[in-house]
């Protein structure tokens, strides 16, 4: 009966994520922001919260230490184990972000600076969100006279910026990480604070960046995670991220039964990874016990001497063990297994899928995913 249970709400939530797919995350914002992309990613994945009552105030500022524990959540690296001291004046143990800036410290996201102060409750500025963004990577060298030539042909207010900020700013331009609100065209505003919405767009950019090119500790902390399973051919590996081209088949096992003498078209169909899903390197993909859910697309009833039986479902939804909820479009054509002379010559075989039985499922797009964490990416 609980089982029962559980699929009925797995069926409902499901049904209402397709229904709703506009669901503003915030009060105060929609889908119109400019940002909201970066704050509907980042909040689904924990980097950033919203206030209690509902908002997000996206026009705040963020304090360097707020920003020090965005930045490392936003790298997945707010569980790593890292001994070593920090020795900022203004900050001791018992400091709420000491751990985390003790983190940012070690993956070289800001410099330790011994007996100068850390200035946590200050709001960071864009130079400083955006250098620890490239901190962040693993980049090419370039020289100052370089970074200038780069800034100087974007962005009229060059000439303020602190002489600090230049390389970081070119190589910033370069891969771009510098983000420029709407109405703020050509301008750096490189020691304003940043705000609420610049620092989600600054970390998403640096998320796929880092994904590509770490830096060299990060690499070393962002293992692919591996399992034995089915094997997908033709997954495209960049960086700790895999895509699964669309046209890959994998299978699926029925939780419902489906058939060509019992189904209706808009019928809809639960279903289950039966085994881990991984590259030819043994990079998990997709875990066993991942649910799936669709619908009955067409249906020809077997007929004799007219016509065999054959369903096509099209699946519409993944939910992960972690519970991210995901499109994921694939088709399967459901056929008489094998059919002998006299079923071709006469008709009329049915088709009949139970629980457990296993059917080959065609991805229709490509699916990107985080190889270190399982995270998939709409």
Request: no cysteine; aromatic share 10%.
């Amino acid at each position: 009966m609980f089982k029962k249970f559980l699929k009925g709400l797995f069926v409902l939530s499901t049904v209402l994520i397709l229904g709703n797919p506009a669901h503003a995350f915030y009060s105060d914002m929609d889908e119109n922001h400019w940002a909201y992309q970066s704050i509907k990613f980042l909040t689904e994945v924990g980097v950033v919260v919203g206030y209690p009552d509902g908002t997000y105030k996206p026009d705040i500022p963020v304090t360097r230490a707020e920003f020090a524990s965005m930045a490392i959540k936003a790298l997945g690296q707010e569980d790593a184990n890292v001994t070593q001291d920090i020795h900022f004046a203004d900050i001791n143990k018992d400091f709420w972000a000491y751990n985390i800036i003790q983190k940012a410290v070690y993956f070289d996201l800001i410099p330790d600076a011994k007996d100068e102060n850390f200035r946590p409750y200050d709001s960071v500025t864009r130079a400083e969100a955006i250098t620890i963004a490239v901190n962040a990577l693993t980049t090419q060298q370039i020289s100052e006279q370089k970074a200038h030539e780069i800034i100087s042909k974007s962005y009229d207010d060059y000439t303020q910026m602190p002489a600090w900020f230049l390389i970081a700013a070119g190589k910033a331009q370069l891969l771009d990480l510098i983000v420029v609100m709407p109405g703020n065209e050509g301008r750096l505003e490189a020691e304003r604070p940043a705000n609420r919405a610049e620092v989600a767009a600054i970390l998403y950019k640096m998320m796929q960046e880092a994904k590509l090119n770490p830096n060299a500790k990060l690499a070393e902390s962002m293992q692919k995670r591996t399992a034995e399973g089915y094997i997908v051919d033709n997954v495209r590996v960049q960086g700790s991220i895999g895509i699964i081209p669309a046209g890959a088949i994998f299978p699926i096992q029925m939780e419902t039964v489906v058939g060509s003498q019992i189904s209706n078209v808009t019928d809809i169909y639960t279903a289950k990874v039966p085994s881990n899903i991984v590259t030819k390197e043994n990079y998990l993909l997709i875990e066993q016990g991942s649910d799936l859910k669709g619908q009955v697309k067409y249906v020809q009833r077997g007929k004799l001497f007219k016509q065999n039986g054959e369903v096509i479902i099209k699946n519409e939804l993944l939910v992960t063990p972690n519970d991210q909820a995901v499109m994921l479009y694939g088709v399967a054509t459901i056929s008489p297994d094998k059919i002998g002379f006299w079923r071709k010559l006469f008709k009329g075989a049915k088709v009949l899928t139970m629980p457990n039985q296993i059917v080959n499922i065609r991805l229709l797009g490509p699916l990107k995913i985080d190889l270190t964490n399982g995270y998939i990416y709409e």
